[in-house]
């Protein structure tokens, strides 16, 4: 494998690839709920638990450029771990807003990039030897340790500097909505990535077929699995191609059967990797389409976005809040609210970096990573 090459300029194709991951959060926070339709919402098989794998994805992605192109900044073990530290001060205090609904990514996002430190150093063959048993292997060891550890019992819907703190390990490591024994897999496979020559027309092909291939591998299987009736004792009824996006919420996580379930955020190993695959794809075709300057350039609402995520991921989340807990109707829900709050965050984050070079977050959290350059600025 390739060492990307080295040069300070950003990669647009990955701020491209984050903005994707934004929007299909806020898509999936923001969709029509799954009642009253015998066909899942568009919202619920596009976006719905691919993605955050994307954002984790990436997550390990920026770790490994970091450390290649910046080991002495923000590619420092120190510096990595500060930034752990700050994601995890900000997404408990994001969890703490009253009658949250939406699942914050950013504890378990902050757990996996501070993780990153123990694998850095692994040759890039290693690594991948690593991501690819991770992928394979940790779903089982996540229906294992289920069984030893029962779930927190709690009102609390997710831990957060409002309560459910001593609930935190269990819930960030086994029982949460992104259990960091099987998501670490993920952040793994963006530190192989990183290892690549994602300038190279080659490699980028081969993550389009690679991802597209693992993603439609996984959902045949699945699908194979539940027409041969899999699921016929659990509460699935007669097979039908929807139940393949039913989520964790419809599925027993201690019956064996879960194995073969691909739902979103069920963590199965059908799950992760045709997770893993939709990443890959999505970052592939980002990458394709900034090869050409056309491609560039039509894209740099959205590639400033993708360079602000922190920041916007944030404000999506206050809005969301915002809106139910007033009742606001102007958006009018679902998708015209996507939209209304798609169009506000990326005209924001166009406007921000015709000004600023990063997001006010983004500049924060670079500001608590690197105490040892304020100090040489001070002096």
Request: one cysteine or more; aromatic letters at 10%.
């Amino acid at each position: 494998m390739t060492p990307p090459r080295q040069g300070s300029a950003r990669l647009a194709g990955i701020d491209l690839a984050r903005a994707v991951a934004l929007l299909g959060m806020m898509l999936a926070h923001l969709g029509p709920p799954w009642t009253g339709y015998d066909w899942p919402p568009v919202s619920e098989w596009l976006a719905s638990g691919r993605a955050a794998p994307l954002f984790a994805v990436l997550a390990g992605l920026s770790v490994g450029l970091m450390t290649r192109l910046d080991p002495e900044g923000t590619g420092t073990r120190a510096a990595v771990v500060r930034r752990g530290v700050a994601l995890m001060v900000i997404g408990l205090g994001l969890a703490a807003l009253p009658d949250l609904t939406i699942l914050v990514i950013l504890p378990c996002y902050a757990l996996l990039v501070a993780a990153t430190v123990l694998v850095r150093q692994l040759s890039t063959r290693a690594l991948a030897l690593l991501a690819g048993g991770w992928i394979l292997l940790s779903p089982a060891a996540l229906f294992g340790l289920r069984h030893l550890v029962d779930p927190p019992v709690s009102d609390v819907i997710q831990p957060s500097f409002a309560g459910g703190l001593g609930e935190l390990p269990v819930s960030l490591l086994l029982w949460g909505g992104y259990p960091a024994v099987v998501w670490f897999g993920y952040v793994l496979v963006g530190l192989v990535l990183a290892r690549l020559d994602l300038r190279s027309a080659v490699v980028v092909r081969r993550l389009v077929v690679g991802g597209g291939v693992a993603t439609v591998a996984a959902l045949w299987i699945a699908a194979t699995a539940l027409f041969l009736g899999a699921f016929q004792d659990q509460v699935f009824g007669d097979p039908a191609v929807e139940q393949l996006f039913w989520s964790s919420s419809q599925l027993d996580p201690l019956d064996p059967t879960w194995f073969l379930a691909a739902g979103q955020h069920t963590s199965t190993p059908l799950n992760v990797i045709g997770a893993t695959g939709s990443a890959v794809l999505v970052i592939g075709l980002c990458l394709l389409v900034c090869r050409s300057g056309a491609g560039t350039r039509i894209t740099t609402p959205l590639r400033f976005a993708g360079s602000m995520t922190l920041t916007l991921y944030v404000m999506h989340v206050v809005l969301t809040w915002a809106n139910r807990q007033h009742e606001a109707s102007f958006t009018g829900g679902y998708y015209r609210e996507w939209w209304v709050q798609v169009l506000l965050l990326v005209a924001l984050a166009w406007l921000w970096r015709a000004l600023v070079p990063r997001g006010p977050l983004e500049a924060l959290v670079r500001w608590f990573c690197l105490p040892w350059r304020r100090t040489r600025a001070g002096r």
